[in-house]
T-cell receptor, first 114, second 116 residues
């Protein structure tokens, strides 16, 4: 079972460049989400989706776009990278939209913006 | 909005001893779910244990158990017989009931060191 797959694992960008972080899950999960992890701040929610065609903003959505055209994929787009977006990014999914469904996490992408 | 607070940035425990990590949360909901996740140096996020707020019995998973105090909004994690492999960041997290398109809200984490 592949679970949640994130690519790439590492990325270096220059300020102003754009890129897409890929996330795919093969568990037919309804709910998918993106978090960023920064030292001393835990994990903060960027965007989430409760199903194909439905997305919503989390706690820190500025500078990021998402779309959910299929159940399996939930890419995160950085429109114009800034040094403040240097972080570790996690994609996570769950079978339900709340409750005791734990999140299944990908292995993360370490992004550095210079 | 719900908030989760972990007041211990770092903790240390000797191998084979017991350690308790603290977590408090703020919510106006009566039904919710709480989780502890472990993040070893590999960066992987691993579910350790979960607790439903409507259950009075504290959850247990092998050497890991929780002390859930609903009135105090407290959800601490106890690790018994600590092992070197328990060294990691531990995150407490809160989730609202199903049907609310709920997000998982995390605390800032506690780094656990295990010494010989």
């Amino acid at each position: 079972n592949a679970g949640v797959t994130q690519t790439p694992k590492f990325q270096v960008l220059k300020t102003g460049q754009s890129m897409t972080l890929q996330c795919a899950q093969d568990m037919n999960h309804e709910y998918m989400s993106w978090y960023r992890q920064d030292p001393g701040m835990g994990l903060r929610l960027i965007h989430y989706s409760v199903g194909a065609g439905i997305t919503d903003q989390g706690e820190v959505p500025n500078g990021y776009n998402v779309s959910r055209s299929t159940t399996e994929d939930f890419p995160l787009r950085l429109l114009s990278a800034a040094p403040s977006q240097t972080s570790v990014y996690f994609c996570a999914s769950s079978p339900g939209t709340g409750g005791n469904s734990p999140l299944h996490f990908g292995n993360g992408t370490r992004l550095t913006v210079t | 909005a719900q908030t989760v607070t972990q007041s211990q940035p770092e903790m240390s425990v000797q191998e084979a001893e017991t350690v308790t990590l603290s977590c408090t949360y703020d919510t106006s909901e009566s039904d919710y779910y709480l989780f502890w996740y472990k993040q070893p140096p590999s960066r992987q996020m691993i579910l350790v244990i979960r607790q439903e707020a409507y259950k009075q019995q504290n959850a247990t998973e092998n050497r890991f158990s929780v002390n859930f105090q609903k009135a105090a909004k407290s959800f601490s994690l106890k690790i018994s017989d600590s092992q070197l492999g328990d060294a990691a960041m531990y995150f407490c997290a809160y989730r609202s009931p199903p049907g609310t398109a709920s997000k998982l809200t995390f605390g800032t984490g506690t780094r656990l060191q295990v010494t010989l």
